[in-house]
């Protein structure tokens, strides 16, 4: 009677390409090459001199938005320069910013070297998510500011409003 193997399977190869799958749909595909993330989403601003393309900041945020039927955010240079204020005291001093009157909220975050950390730490957060996904907010703001002197270095503030 003929004996009949079946051969394994690669279990390495198979492990390996599972792993690549999982890696490659952790990205949003906003133009960054090779269906990466923007590289203004994964720029350092861990540095002196840093700029945040506030652009991709509120691409990758209003993607997000669109995943819980939330409007898109339209960009405010004024709620930029509020936020980019409110970062730069908050690095000075180490004290989490007020919510200022003229937004509908404020998240804060320090640490993240770039963007997209950032906004995954939001995201990840249910009680930051609900605020990404507020469907009453219509514009927003962002301000990233690096003190290396600092508890956390970085510090990022991002303001909405009506």
Not at 17 to 41: E, I, R, W
Not at 46 to 62: C, F, Q, S, T
Not at 88 to 99: A, R, V
Not at 117 to 133: I, K, Q, Y
Request: aromatic fraction near 8%.
């Amino acid at each position: 009677m003929p004996v009949t193997t079946v051969p394994r399977p690669p279990v390495r190869l198979i492990a390996m390409l599972v792993m690549g799958a999982a890696l490659a749909g952790c990205s949003f595909g906003f133009g960054g090459g090779g269906g990466g993330l923007a590289p203004g989403l994964v720029a350092q601003m861990d540095r002196p001199g840093a700029v945040l393309d506030k652009r991709e900041a509120l691409n990758i945020i209003n993607h997000y938005r669109a995943t819980t039927g939330a409007p898109a955010l339209s960009g405010d240079s004024g709620l930029d320069s509020l936020a980019q204020t409110l970062a730069t005291q908050y690095s000075s001093s180490g004290k989490p910013p007020s919510l200022p009157q003229n937004a509908r909220a404020i998240r804060i975050s320090a640490g993240y070297s770039n963007f997209a950390e950032t906004f995954s730490g939001w995201r990840n957060s249910p009680a930051d998510a609900a605020v990404l996904a507020d469907a009453a907010a219509h514009r927003g703001g962002v301000g990233v500011a690096y003190n290396p002197s600092s508890d956390y270095g970085t510090y990022w503030v991002l303001l909405l409003a009506d």
